[in-house]
């Protein structure tokens, strides 16, 4: 698969959950290998962000990058789902604000910008981090765990349990990344109504609205309590529906919440810095405990580059040539047939094994009391 | 090396055991590890450029697990023998 790009620029403009401030954001198409970064255009000398998770600083209700002082950009994931979920590899993002657009609190407003610039296909080959082990990280205290097992594809499975009589227990999957659009973008963030009242405590939801978020009553609310918070988040009033989700959006999907969390660990697996051919099963996911997995594949993904190029020598295989098959082939005798037997072979290459033993030859004079092959030999 | 690369360059030559392989050229040959008994040496050649006149230039990396111990590219001519040789 060739890398991608958008064939031209587009914006969108919103305003920041956290921060409450309103914010405009330029995607632009990058050349190849570039990747994802951001950029602060409002910062003097417009610093670059890259997305990587090396950057990340904070993940306490959304991830947050920083390559220091200023220089940072927080709620990322849902626009680098986004970038992801369209199978794109390289686009510069220019912001001008500290904090990413909630927008309607899914991806959907980014996938139709992006989808609206078009895609261009570029030369390069998309170089994958391929999963070829099971890899898996669990945080004891949370509950969280992720496992990537290998697979040709980039398939996801999210399971979530708030132990909330509203929420329960709900799974999604993805099993294709291009269902990414229709069926997990448009998944909303959502928030309990205990949180929403200590975020607000805590100054960490000013922008907070109810249409870009979807709140779930996880208790009994009286009419005083409901009139309150309605006051509180300026609407004329607020009311909980039988299933206890506030606020008069409808979701999207039945299992909304689990597919929000599932567009979560491709936006924060996107700071791997390539696109995975995996399979992902994630448990009670959250931002930490997906920025930490991010980090095991990004260090399986250094290790696998180290291994590049080493012959697979599988002990159990049918050689592709025995010794029999070598000796009909070249005139060499003993002592001097040295290779015993061949794995692979095509018109430009072949891999061979020889197994190397205490009784040959030259050990005897080389050197007596440290075997070791001669040079010439290998 | 040099005969795992051989048997490439012979590969799809009819009667190679009458073709003999002669070393013309070795370079940048770098010896990284001992090799001792009991190791499995693993040895790769890659064909550098397309064989021409029976002229073979080959990057050959051997290895014992997942560590190269020696690499070196080889530059070989295969000639056949001739008829009233045996």
């Known amino acids: 698969m060739k890398q991608h790009t958008i064939a031209r620029e587009t914006s969108i403009s919103g305003i920041g959950l956290h921060t409450g401030r309103q914010v405009n954001m330029t995607f632009k198409p990058a050349p190849e290998n570039h990747g994802f970064k951001f950029v602060r255009t409002d910062l003097e000398g417009q610093p670059v962000i890259p997305a990587d998770v090396s950057q990340v600083i904070s993940t306490n209700r959304g991830t947050t990058l920083s390559i220091g002082g200023d220089a940072r950009v927080s709620t990322v994931e849902h626009t680098l789902a986004a970038l992801v979920g369209l199978n794109l590899d390289n686009v510069l993002i220019e912001i001008d604000g500290p904090e990413a657009p909630i927008m309607d609190g899914s991806s959907k407003m980014m996938t139709d910008a992006l989808s609206s610039a078009g895609f261009v296909e570029q030369d390069s080959e998309r170089d994958y981090l391929e999963i070829t082990e099971t890899i898996s990280f669990k945080d004891d205290l949370t509950g969280s765990e992720l496992i990537a097992l290998p697979s040709s ?28 659009k229709d069926d997990i973008g448009p998944a909303r963030t959502f928030v309990f109504v205990h949180e929403l009242e200590q975020l607000i405590h805590q100054g960490l939801i000013k922008g907070g609205d109810l249409d870009n978020a979807i709140v779930i009553a996880d208790r009994v609310m009286g009419e005083v309590e409901l009139e309150s918070l309605a006051k509180r988040l300026d609407k004329p009033s607020i009311r909980v529906d039988r299933e206890g989700f506030l606020n008069t959006t409808d979701l999207r999907f039945k299992n909304e919440p689990a597919r929000h969390k599932l567009l979560d660990v491709i936006g924060d697996l996107a700071l791997v810095g390539k696109h995975i051919k995996g399979k992902i099963v994630a448990t009670k996911p959250g931002h930490a405990s997906n920025v930490e997995f991010a980090k095991l594949l990004k ?57 190397v033993t205490f009784t040959e030859e030259f050990f005897r004079g080389h050197f007596p009391g440290n075997p070791v092959m001669p040079v010439y030999f290998k | 090396m040099a005969q795992t690369g051989g048997l490439l360059a ?43 006149r029976g002229i073979v230039h080959m990057q050959a990396t051997a290895y014992v697990g997942n560590k190269i111990v020696s690499e070196a590219e080889l530059t070989a001519q295969i000639v056949k023998r001739s008829s009233h040789g045996s």
């Open chain 1, 299 to 355: 260090g399986f993904g250094i290790e696998q580059r180290k291994l590049k190029g080493v012959p697979r020598y599988d002990v159990d295989a049918k050689p592709i040539m025995t010794i029999a098959d070598i000796e009909a082939k070249l005139p060499h005798r003993h002592p001097f047939l040295l290779v015993d037997k061949i794995i692979e072979i095509s018109d430009s290459h072949v891999v061979g094994v020889k197994n």
């Open chain 1, 153 to 180: 594809k980039f398939e996801l499975t999210a399971l979530i349990d708030f132990h909330s009589p509203v929420l329960g227990q709900q799974f999604a999957a993805l099993e294709d990344i291009s269902g990414f």
């Open chain 2, 10 to 52: 012979l590969r799809n030559v009819p009667h190679g055991e009458q073709w003999d392989t002669f070393f013309l050229k070795i370079d940048n040959a770098r010896f990284k590890q001992f090799v001792s008994p009991g190791d499995t040496l693993v040895i790769k050649m890659e064909l550098i450029s397309p064989i021409r």
